[in-house]
């Protein structure tokens, strides 16, 4: 009775491994093929994250993996400025894990004391490119050097992974985040930081060192709306300096509106605001993008209920000493603006 399933084993173990190799669980912006074939991922430099993530067997290296597209794809409204749809509430909160999936935390190393900071945030805008402000990354402090890029984060004192809470209550948990190196900084050319009352062209594109994979917690924003934003509502979201002037541990949201022009250049008088490349945005008291916040979102959003994107409008880059403060907006790389510019850079 018992002989036969000796005999079935060994054909029954192999049979299910081959079901399982054909049945991957790739994003639909990805193509199941060999490593060879995804020519952007077998060139990129091997690390423990990459095999990890594109789950690489380096003895297997004609097995299939997972394979997104290039790095100088920007991805189409199908898969770009997704976020759950969730009641979007008026004023400072701590956003839900994973409301804004495209946001992506700048870690810098000081170099003498060896302690990683967090003093600037950006956004993903493919599997590759995050696009941050350049006052980020030009003129920082010289024993500051930028070093990684975190993304699929939510607070920043709690890593999930370690968490045993999080193993029983997943849905009120945020997933795992990623870390991923800095391959290539690249600033606009005609940025000047040493001329500070001319803050303009203030954007930047960091090269991640691999494609990341899309995943709940980590997603693109959009990037080319249609038509211009004419509603003048927009969402902001950071880790920066909240009201109590310590830097938040959960990534914060608000909304802030538009201004009108002479409203920025009245209270911002010694800087030259430029409406073709600039936003003015914020002031109503109580929220707005402040220290730390640089660099990161200025988020418009498009259509309604299973349509909607959420778009990056612009990118925080100066505003007044007193963040959140009545009548003191804060100004925004206008990302329209500069969108030939991003797209000329991306590379594969
Ligand atoms: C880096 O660390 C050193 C030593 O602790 C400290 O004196 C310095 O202010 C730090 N630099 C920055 C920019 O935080
Ligand atoms: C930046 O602006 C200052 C002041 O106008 C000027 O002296 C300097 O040459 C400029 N630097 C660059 C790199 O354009
Ligand atoms: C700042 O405010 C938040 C929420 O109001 C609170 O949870 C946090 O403990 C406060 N931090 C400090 C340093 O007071």
Not at 154 to 161: G, K, L, S, Y
Not at 239 to 244: A, K, M, Y
Not at 273 to 280: K, R
Request: hydrophobic fraction near 35%.
């Amino acid at each position: 009775m018992f002989i036969p399933l000796r005999v079935y084993i060994p054909f029954v173990i192999p049979f299910l491994q081959l079901a399982y190799s054909t049945k991957p669980d790739c994003h639909p912006d990805e193509r199941y093929v060999s490593l060879y074939e995804c020519s952007h991922v077998y060139k990129t430099a091997w690390s423990w994250t990459l095999m990890r993530e594109y789950d690489i067997d380096v003895w297997r290296r004609d097995r299939r993996i997972c394979c997104p597209p290039p790095g100088n794809r920007i991805p189409s409204t199908d898969i770009c400025g997704q976020s759950p749809l969730v009641p979007r509430i008026v004023g400072g909160s701590d956003a839900r894990p994973h409301e804004f999936p495209w946001m992506a935390m700048l870690l810098y190393l000081n170099r003498s004391s060896l302690e990683i900071l967090p003093l600037c945030a950006g956004s993903l805008i493919n599997n590759r490119y995050v696009v941050t402000s350049a006052h980020c990354v030009v003129g920082v402090p010289d024993d500051l050097s930028l070093k990684n890029v975190r993304l699929g984060e939510h607070d920043i004192t709690n890593n999930p992974a370690y968490d045993p809470k999080c193993r029983n209550q997943a849905s009120r948990c945020a997933l795992p985040n990623l870390e991923v190196g800095v391959e290539e900084i690249i600033v606009h050319g005609r940025f000047n930081s040493s001329f500070l009352g001319r803050i303009q062209n203030d954007i930047a594109l960091l090269r991640l060192k691999m494609p990341v994979r899309y995943s709940t917690g980590i997603q693109p924003i959009c990037l080319q709306n249609p038509d211009p934003f004419t509603k003048s509502r927009f969402e902001v979201a950071g880790w920066g300096i909240t009201n109590n002037g310590s830097f938040s541990r959960v990534l914060q949201r608000g909304v802030i509106r538009e201004k009108e022009l002479r409203v920025c250049a009245g209270r911002i008088r010694f800087l030259d605001f430029n409406v073709h490349s600039q936003i003015c945005a914020g002031g109503d008291g109580g929220v707005d993008t402040c220290s730390g916040d640089s660099g990161g979102p200025l988020m418009a959003t498009v259509g309604r209920m299973d349509n909607t994107r959420i778009y990056l409008a612009g990118i925080t880059s100066y505003g007044s000493q007193k963040c959140g403060a009545i009548g003191f907006p804060g100004v925004y790389t206008k990302t329209s603006a500069f969108l030939g510019w991003i797209r000329g850079l991306l590379r594969p």
